[in-house]
């Protein structure tokens, strides 16, 4: 099972930015996907995830500004990055919870991708 990241890069403060995330390999299925990232010195925290069903959770701090969406038939999750501002910038981690034969649910990690948003 791997996750493929890939969207990330530099952008002005403002920009905008899209983040993929796609899971591969023998999965049965997704349950949680979402999206945490990190700066040096600090732990990573949440930023945005989405259940199967829909539900979705944001940190406060990208509320209005990103939004998550799944594609479940391709076993994708997407973080749409508006109004970027140089605090958003970090690496971004991928994270799913991915159902595997034997019916085990397993929390799987991306490799990050870095964000920069300039001011």
């Known amino acids: 099972v791997q996750l493929q990241a890939s969207g990330g890069g530099l952008v002005q403060a403002g920009g905008s930015l899209r983040l993929s995330c796609a899971a591969s390999?023998?999965?049965?299925?997704?349950?949680?996907m979402g999206w945490y990232r990190q700066v040096p010195g600090k732990q990573r925290e949440l930023v945005a995830a989405?259940?199967?069903?829909?539900?979705?959770d944001y940190s406060d701090s990208v509320k209005g500004r990103f939004t998550i969406s799944r594609d479940n038939a391709k076993n994708t999750v997407y973080l749409q990055m508006n109004s970027l501002k140089p605090e958003d910038t970090a690496v971004y981690y991928c994270k799913a919870n991915l159902r595997i034969p034997l019916g085990y649910d397993i929390d799987y990690w991306g490799k990050g991708t870095q964000v920069t948003v300039s001011s």
């Open positions: 390999g023998r999965i049965l299925g997704t349950n949680s």
């Open positions: 989405r259940t199967s069903g829909g539900s979705t």
